[in-house]
């Protein structure tokens, strides 16, 4: 039977499957690496720890089954998006990656914003200036390592750096250019305006190809180095937000997503360009080719609950027993809000100097109305996407599909039917980034037709469960959402002031 292997490139690990013919995965093996904060708001990774993790994924998929790896037929490769790994004509990292979180780019983020104003960059791009964006990060680099600017032969993408590592091609996607701040949306290439105005080598940025397209094979030394076969076929890959859409059999315009991991996303696919004129989404191209996305982003929505569990409680609670702990507070939290702006915030505000805060702390609240507080501030945040989703593209939502972490706890999952007003259902596969890149390496064999052709067989539209919204609920939780909404505009010159105050 023909298999096919699909990678992804995480914040904190690397995932690879084994997905047969019909489907099934047949193995996974996920392995860890840090994120490393030289300076404060700086966030880097050693794309060596990246190779390593890699290494040692494939090897225990081998020594699980010895045959797996030899029956491979394509391989494609998905992960974080907006991060940059600046290489020589060799292949080899001049620099840490550094990733989509990372803040340092501050001063070209508002040298960014003085060059265009917002509609002209959602005109050429779909989206306005961010500090994640990756053409933030290749200006600082230009700016602070000159010398090593000059050697750079390409900038390449976290994912793009781990394909070429297995096919020595310098290549990218169309879903993960376009969230770049580099590409014309419209032309599907790199901007000439944008590369001109700052400037950038345009020779430095990859060619774009389809995410379904082929890139390349497995080299004689990548075979060597990761125990592939030399000569498999590698396909182009995508975006993470991309995959995990597609893993989920997220391709038509009635699908909805959500996703809820250590950031969270609200996906939906379009068949033309959506385009929120004001910025507050992003516009992007999915990795199914010739369909669109928009997308709403919040920064830190499973890494809220996180940075409870670990840097605020430390005790010995693990985040199930703390959301278990988080259901049995009374829905609203007793009026206890909270903002999970712990790294800026993408939609709607897109605003870099946001802060997460607790608002609304009385002597009646413990940790069971704080843990609650994190899961709704996190769905209120997603909330205010959705709304703003369905007046762009005039559409009601009919589900969702709620997925990542979150969809392993039911509170997240009651919790956002309720607040959103909407069926929420959950995936039997619940297949993820790497699946997706599966199914992407599946139909570049030329195995499948289409991806839609590919969810289909693969049954990625197999319901686990349905959470129907309980409309009492829904009209209490709305209320609260409307105090959430104005929280921002209140106190954003306060965030803005605090992010400018230095004090030794």
Request: aromatic content about 10%.
């Amino acid at each position: 039977m023909k298999h096919y292997l699909g990678i992804d490139l995480g914040t904190s690990a690397l995932k690879v499957v084994i997905v047969n013919s019909s489907g099934m995965i047949v193995n996974s093996v996920t392995r860890s690496y840090e994120v490393h904060t030289p300076q404060a708001g700086w966030s880097e990774q050693n794309t060596n720890q990246w190779l390593t993790a890699m290494i040692e994924a494939l090897a225990d998929v081998k020594k699980a089954n010895p045959q797996i790896l030899k029956e491979i037929n394509a391989i494609s490769v998905t992960g974080q998006m907006h991060g940059i790994v600046p290489v020589d004509k060799n292949g080899n990292a001049l620099h840490h990656a550094i990733i989509w979180s990372d803040r340092r780019n501050e001063d070209e983020l508002a040298a960014m914003h003085a060059a265009l104003t917002n509609e002209e960059w959602v005109a050429i791009t779909g989206n306005r200036p961010n500090i994640s964006f990756t053409l933030g990060k290749i200006i600082w680099f230009k700016k602070h390592f000159p010398d090593l600017y000059e050697k750079t032969n390409k900038f390449l993408l976290p994912k793009d750096f781990l394909r070429m590592k297995l096919t020595d091609t310098f290549e990218t996607d169309y879903s993960d250019a376009s969230a770049t701040l580099l590409m014309d949306l419209q032309t599907l290439q790199w901007s000439e305006k944008i590369v001109n105005i700052f400037p950038i080598d345009r020779s430095k940025l990859p060619g774009i190809n389809l995410s379904t397209a082929s890139t390349g094979s497995i080299t004689r030394n990548a075979a060597e180095s990761f125990g592939l076969n030399e000569g498999t076929v590698v396909i182009c890959g995508c975006g993470d937000a991309q995959a995990q859409a597609l893993g989920n059999g997220i391709i038509n315009s009635k699908d909805w997503l959500c996703t809820i991991g250590t950031s969270g996303q609200l996906f939906v696919s379009t068949d033309l360009p959506a385009i929120e004129k004001n910025g507050t989404l992003h516009s992007f191209v999915h990795a199914y080719p010739g369909k669109w996305v928009l997308m709403g982003a919040t920064l830190s929505a499973g890494m809220s609950f996180k940075w409870l569990t670990e840097s605020i409680f430390s005790s010995d609670l693990e985040i199930r027993d703390l959301l278990d702990l988080a259901g049995m507070a009374s829905p609203g939290a007793k009026r206890l809000l909270f903002l999970p702006y712990l790294f800026g915030e993408r939609s709607p505000h897109m605003d870099e100097k946001a802060k997460g805060s607790f608002i609304g702390f009385t002597n009646e609240h413990t940790k069971s109305e704080m843990a609650r507080a994190v899961v709704e501030g996190v769905l209120f945040s997603l909330y205010q996407s959705f709304k703003i989703v369905e007046k762009t593209i005039g559409q009601k939502c009919e589900h969702i599909l709620l997925t990542g972490g979150a969809a392993q706890h039911d509170l997240w999952v009651t919790t956002a039917a309720n607040i959103f007003n909407v069926p929420v259902v959950r995936n039997k596969n619940r297949g993820g980034g790497a699946y997706g890149a599966a199914m992407l390496a599946a139909v570049g064999a030329g195995d499948f037709n289409t991806l839609e052709e590919v969810s289909a067989c693969w049954g990625l539209r197999q319901y686990e469960k349905v959470y129907l919204p309980n409309q009492v609920l829904h009209e209490e939780y709305e209320k609260l959402y409307q105090i959430f909404a104005e929280t921002y505009d209140s106190l954003k010159e306060i965030f803005h002031r605090l992010h400018d105050c230095e004090v030794h």
